[in-house]
Structures are given as C-alpha cells and as structure tokens.
C-alpha cells in the first residue's frame, strides 16, 4: 500500500513537471503571475502534494520545538556548540527537535537531539544551489515552496529557537511572532540565542514598541538569552505547563495506516 501510494504521488508530480519548470523553481513559478488555467490547476496539485508529503512524513513526530539559524555556520563556530547543546536540552525536556534540515544551525541542533537520544526532524527545501539534509534526522521530509514549509515548521511546534541567522532566518523568526500577535496561533515561547549578535534587532522591536508600531505587550512574545537553562526553564513553563502536556515513561505507539500514506516514527528516515 505504501508503495501504491508513493506512486500516486510521483505520477502527480510528474504531470505537474509537465507544466511547469524543474521542481527547484516551483516558486518562483508560482509567484510569476496569472499563467493558463491548465498550468495553475497543476500547480495548486503540486502545492497539495507538498503538503500531503509533509502531513503524512510528520503526523507522529510528537511535539516539538523548532529550532532557527544559518546553514552557513561552520562547526568551530560557538554559535553551533550552543544549538547542540540547546537540541539535547530540548531532547531532555521531552520534545522532538526539528529544523529546517540543512547543514549549520539546523545541524548542531539535530545532532544534539540525536546524541542525546531524543527525537530529530528536518523539513527542507529544494534550492537551485543544492542544500542536502545533514546526518542526524530520524525523519526527514523534502519541499518544493517555501510557504509549505515554513507552515509545517510551525504546525508541529509548541516553541521556537532562533538562533544566529541571516533573511531566512529572520523571516522565520516574524512568521512565527506575526502568527503569535494577530493569535493565529497559540501564545508559543520565542527565545531568540545569540543576543550579541541579535542586539540591534532586539533594540529595533524595543523601538517599534516605543512608536506604537507593536502593542508593548508583544515585547513579552520574545525572550532573549544566551543560557540554555534559562531558555529551557522559559520552554517548559510556558508550554508544558499551559497546554497540560506530561512526559509519560512509555509513549503509546499511535498507529499508522499504511492506505493514508502515513509512516510511524520507527519506520526509518530519509527525504
């Protein structure tokens, strides 16, 4: 059944492709303007099939909390000790780690979690310059638009980590907050790391504030720190503790049905 369904998807894709360019330029496609009726039927099935891709590979990833920041930074960096040490945090508190999947941050983040012996996740992006998964992800899945992505990195979490990073990262970032503030979602913790180098940002939301661009009570959305225990203590009491959830010693393997596509957490990984 797994394998039927696969298939479905890859002949969906494979129609869409028809009408469209390679997969690295769905959305540059997507965002070019009105196209033939046909072609924008087609694309809305590939924008579909990104998402069903990402609901079945996540469904049983359990709650977790997304980690920000930069593909670029390298091992020797501090910026990537600290994610690491914030992803086995995380891994103790009781959460899945997931990330945008790719090297830097998103790396130490996951390969904390993982050496900790928690749960890690990645949800990438296809790019015209290749970004491959690193190597600590449990599960992994793979999209074409960004939009699709960034809402799955957000539909899974109960907090967010937004560590050193550059357009990308600080998109993320105010997806997330714009979400929080306008109550689109649940009032999730921020933590923004690295509070030296997120300094004149963090001055500049003061300053929104200040000219009444933010409602002050949104400065209460973002909590700056560079220790992981004062991160940590500021995830737990404002997650565990509102949404009632509880560590329980052995989790209740939920089911997954092979005829939805879905796959349980122990099924392997890969993108």
Known sequence: MQNKDNS???????ASSAQTSPPECA??????????????????LRVMRDFLRGFRTLHFVGPCVTVFGSARIQR????????????????????????????GIM???????KEAGGRSVGCTIELPSEQPAN?????????????????????YSYAFV?????????????????????????NFPIVIMGTDYWKELIGFIDKMAQRAMIAPADLNLIFATDSVDEAIEHIRSNTIEPFGLKRIARARRRRAFPWLGERGFSDGSGC
């Open 76 to 103: 020797e960096d501090p910026h990537y000790e600290l994610a690491m040490k914030m992803g086995a945090a995380i891994a103790h508190l009781g959460f899945t780690v997931m990330t945008g999947g790719g090297p």
């Open 107 to 113: 790396e130490a983040a996951n390969r904390g979690a």
């Open 135 to 155: 190597a600590y992800l449990d599960r992994c899945v793979r999209m074409h638009y960004f939009f699709v992505r960034k809402a799955l990195l957000v539909k």
């Open 162 to 186: 937004v560590m050193p990073g550059g357009a990308g990262t600080l998109d993320e970032l105010f997806e997330a907050l714009t979400l929080i503030q306008t109550a689109k979602i649940k």
């Open 27 to 44: 959305d540059e496609i997507f965002l070019e303007g009105p196209r033939s009726r046909f072609a924008e039927f087609f694309t809305l």
């Open 8 to 14: 479905v998807i890859e002949q969906l894709d494979a």
